[in-house]
């Protein structure tokens, strides 16, 4: 007999209100910590990461009264498990239509997980330009990293087991707005 392996949601973590207070509070810290927003650029690694650097981008556009520049980040080939990912991968447009040299750029992704996307993202962005600093926010930081990486600004840490994973979900991506954990299960 054949076991078949779901997923199953776990647990909602954040509700649209919970996501929208957590983007609020990154933009604050990124504001305070950086001591205002002259030379910095957001940048956001695909494909979750493009609307919460917009939105980061927004409130920070409400709180200080200045529009800070958003780019866009593909790393599908910049990514070291390439070849595991499919024959032909799906190349998205990077667009970052300003020069990073010289600012200070805050990567933006939905879930830090093994610091892989992080490192393939930094890989891309050195590629780019020499930014004077590249800091990390994340929504979700959920452990078992792999590499040495950590993110200056997380929108809430959740410790999670490896038969879990992390899905954030986003009204410009999805059709919710949540973070939910899920589960493997077998039948």
Do not use: C, W
Request: charged share 25%; aromatic share 4%; hydrophobic share 45%.
């Amino acid at each position: 007999m054949t076991k078949h392996v779901n997923m199953v949601d776990k647990a909602i973590i954040m509700d649209s209100q919970a996501i929208k207070r957590a983007l609020t509070r990154i933009a604050h810290e990124i504001v305070e910590h950086n001591k205002g927003v002259s030379d910095i650029a957001l940048v956001g690694i695909r494909t979750r990461g493009v609307p919460l650097a917009q939105r980061v981008a927004e409130e920070i556009k409400r709180i200080e009264g200045v529009e800070v520049p958003v780019g866009i980040l593909d790393i599908t080939l910049y990514r070291d498990d390439l070849s595991t990912l499919a024959y032909q991968p799906i190349v998205h447009e990077t667009l970052i239509p300003f020069s990073i040299n010289g600012k200070k750029v805050v990567l933006i992704d939905d879930v830090l997980f093994t610091g892989r996307t992080v490192r393939a993202a930094l890989d891309a962005i050195i590629d780019i330009g020499r930014p004077s600093s590249i800091q990390l926010a994340v929504l979700i930081d959920r452990g078992h990293r792999e590499l040495p990486i950590r993110a200056d600004y997380v929108g809430k840490n959740v410790p999670t087991s490896g038969k879990e994973i992390v899905s954030v979900q986003l009204a410009a991506t999805d059709e919710a707005e949540q973070v939910v954990i899920k589960e493997f299960t077998q039948e």
